[in-house]
RNA sequence: GCGGGUGUGGCGGAACUGGUAGACGCGCUAGGUUUAGGUCCUAGUGGCCGCAAGGCCGUGGGGGUUCGAGUCCCUUCGCCCGCACCA
């Protein structure tokens, strides 16, 4: 029995798209445009399953866009600035650029054997001059139009390594590499003003209606814009005031503490003569800059010694703490708290022993009995021991406070964003760097467009601590363009995110001299279709977002969303293995006669963990280019879009593959040993088919209309369930007389055209092989005749008391008082009734009876 | 901790807007063909009871709304993603 051959059919076809320029894309005249764009792949060195997923199904909406006759334009790049690169060559001493190039051209060939849809002459790279040239002038136009600045900012800062820490550095408080404890360090950072763009950013989200909603709730909740008051409370004894934000000012009464941020610059004030204070202000400092540990924490303050005098009633003191759960970077830094009315405050206040006044009574509680334990009251409900706001609403209790607030010029309403404004600045070698310098006598000063681009120094070092162009003995000094001072070139570089935040539109015109072409962006941005990781729900795609606002301010674009669908697809997990010596790659680990898994090398026992997210730093990756070798690219393809559909995490695993590639099989044999003789390529399709053929028409026309629409919604688990049937209904087709031929014949190539766009290697092959030429790309989307859709009868489930009891199976439509009464003498029926009367039957036609008793 | 998801047979999952739970596949069981075989074909496959007809139970747990709940509401548990310097 012949077998399909995978590597050689699949290599064929990949050749004849590349000769013939299959996946060029086309010039646009007046056709409709299709932009499918998958996020593009940080260079890790070889690629894995996560990628193999979303570049597949970005693939099959791209096929399928170009069979229903779209101009479609679908490229492909690479990340390829960022940390891994310097880390490779700290730790092998390989150049990054060598380091990250030699990936690229590994992943690009392992991405050509997956066999999609590229017009590789838009590659675009990150690290290319070519690319971060334009950065570098897009930056200077944030910088003229004052939506890049220079700001202090805390980091993580190693001081063995004497270099600045991602988070994912910082393991329990200490560097990664060096083990030394990590303390916060202020630098002077480049920022971009995302923030001036908060509510243009919020306003955008329900126009993005082929976003998932949980996406843009997402960013609805980063962005977090929250209406309240910032209040001043006055220092007793000092002449200036303490300024909180608050959206609570209608629980004023209740304010039994003030407290401030251990960054604050009260608290660093006041520690500069209290040693224990500025002990705990270091101590604090210890948790590192991420939100999460910070709020995990345990609550915990430091009392000043220092009183703030209540608004409404001077009389009233209040302590200030400086307490490790008050942000610097959200609102003033700065609260008052109302341990009755906010869980964190109660906490707070039952650990320091302070004041717990309810000022907030329940609806449905009298006055009397409301006590707060151990629960703090959030809802709604009328004022009480609160002077003049007694009896009010929350709501007008906040009106009321704010409007005396106001009068007596103690405080203002104010608007605050949790969102902060993005620190671009990057203490390392391997990025764009940002084009300008520091002069002696004039300060900052751009570098001149005209002596663009800053080119990054290929002659770097990887033996000494820190940022190496800190360190460069020449690229770093330099003349000042403006008054010829000595004057050094900035160091820093900018954060990946920046590179990737237009690169989309790059794509549009790749060998543009500006930045951006007017005309090619108009052609063909937005993205219709953007696919990427769940995981960039938020950071990545507000990022975008943002860019394209600055980017029209400095009219670089004409749109503000880059982005009109998006598919956010679940991550590729697999299980963690390691060692003593740390994390292990699946192809590492075996299982030993007792079960148990170890080292393949030495048999050492292997530490199990949990099924995560695929990443390199885990190395719980599994590697394609096996699958692909051993099985073709087609049956990967087909097993990654077979099971879950697109939005779910996926638990990667071997067994599958196996009945993927059976299948493949099974689908060349229908074509190379067909079971019926296949009729005549053009013969004509008899007008009286019936019986069995029949019923395979009209499986392969509603295999048309079920398919199509399943990849218009990106259910392809659902499609490939969908072509399998088909196939499942051809493989058991037995009529050969002369319609029995033509039928069949339909059926096969309408099964090979809806399989096209997951399975293309052979679906070519197959095309071919039933007489077509190729491409079957060039062939239109087939479509369904409505007519053989239809149903005459459908089954209707008959229930008591809503139990099913039976089904009948009537025309469709059907008279509802015949089907009542048929339903109603069906034994089953009347053996449930048992004799009871009928309450009412609720009929659903074409759907369900259901007779209550 | 906060925000967003998710949970259905032995496994991956299907079920459109509240209307026959388990499509399709993997695995497993039995039979057949050819062969030395992992090939291929046929049948079966949620659990319990039953010779059978059939019955009862069943969508993480608990509660509720409804003639009817995997689907809606409340509550609870597990897991996944993000939390601003990984990409």
Redesign the pocket.
Known sequence: ?ARYNAQETEKKWQTFWDENAIFATPARCNDEKYYILEMF??PSGRIHMGHVRVYTLGDVIARYKKAQGLDVLHPMGW?A????AENAAIEQGVHPSKWTWDNIATMRRQLRSMGLSYDWSREIATCSPDYYQHEQTMFLDLLEADLAYRKESS??WDPVDNT??????VIDGRGWRSGALVEQRL?P?WMFRITAYADELLEGLPTLDQWP???R??QE??I?RSEGMQINFSLKGRDDHLTIFTTRHDTLFGASFCAIAPDHPLAKELASNNPKLANFIDECSQLG????AL??ADKVGFDTGLVALHPFNRKRELIVFVANFVLMNYGTGAIFGCPGHDQRDLDFARKYGLDVLPVVCPHSCAESEFIVTDKAFTGDGRLINSEFLNGLSVKDAQSAAAERLVQENQGATHTTY???D??V???RYWGCPIPVLHCQECGIVPVPRNELPVLLPEDVEFDKPGNPLELHPTWKFIRCPRCGSPAVRETDTF???VDSSWYFCRYACPDAETPLDAHALNAWLPVDQYVGG???????LLYSRFFMRAMRACGHVEFDEPFTGLLAQG?V?HETYSDAKGWLFPEEVEPSQGGALVRRDNQAPVIVG????M?K?KKNVVDPETIIGTYGADTARLFIL????PE????W?E??I??AS??L??LWRMVNEPRVPLAAKDAPMPNNVEGPSLVLRRETHRAISDVTNDIEKF?F??A??RI??LA?MI??FECDDECGSRVVREALETLVQLMGPMMPHIAEEMWQMLGYEPSILNYPWPKPDVGLIATET??V?V?V?????T?LTLRVDADQGAAKSQALAEP?VVA?IRGRDIR?I?I?PN??I?V?V
């Open positions: 029995m792949p940080y990340d600035f960022g940390m891994p980091v993580n600045v820490l991602a988070n994912e550095q630098l950072q909603e949980s996406v709730t997402m909740n980063w977090g800059t991420t939100e999460a709020e995990k949790r969102l902060r993005w620190a600045s990057r203490q954060d990946t995110f769940i995981e960039h729900a938020i950071l990545h991550m997990c949990r099924s995560e997210s990443s730093s077979s099971d879950s559909p779910r995490d996926i638990e695993s067994s599958g196996d009945g059976r299948f099989q099974r259910r688990n659902r490939v369930a399998r049937e499942n493989a058991g459908v089954t489930a229930q008391n809503g139990k099913l009891r089904t089953s449930s009412k609720i659903v759907r369900v259901n209550v």
